[in-house]
Nanobody, 115 residues
């Protein structure tokens, strides 16, 4: 069974940084691209960033230059380094495979950006 455990969220001031982690299990991690998504209060979940199997990265325009996605295949973990945070980054952040398989989602990790 595919499982994702996200962690690293919290309260941060604008301009600050956070590093999110997502540990995956039940899959051959290195065989999948990995995505980060986020869902802000009252909004639909949106895709944020992707890292492919070969390490190519893609980002939604609003986080380009501020967020960096990376992966450690030995630890079955994908990371999202977030810097220069803004209040609009406030959301619950989730990871998943690309493409999504089995419809499994983790609990997410909440990020709250406020002064």
């Amino acid at each position: 069974q595919v499982q994702f455990v996200e962690s690293g969220g919290g309260l941060e001031q604008p301009g600050g940084s956070l590093r999110l982690s997502c540990a995956a299990s039940g899959i051959m991690f290195s065989s999948y691209g990995m995505d980060w998504y986020r869902q802000a209060p009252g909004k639909q979940r949106e895709w944020v960033a992707r890292i492919t199997r070969d390490g190519t990265t893609l980002y939604i325009n609003s986080v380009k230059g501020r967020f960096t996605i990376s992966r450690d295949n030995a630890k079955n973990t994908v990371y999202l380094q977030m810097s220069r945070l803004i209040p609009e980054d406030t959301a619950v952040y989730y990871c998943n495979t690309f493409p999504v398989i089995g419809g499994s989602w983790g609990q997410g990790t909440a990020v709250f950006v406020s002064s």
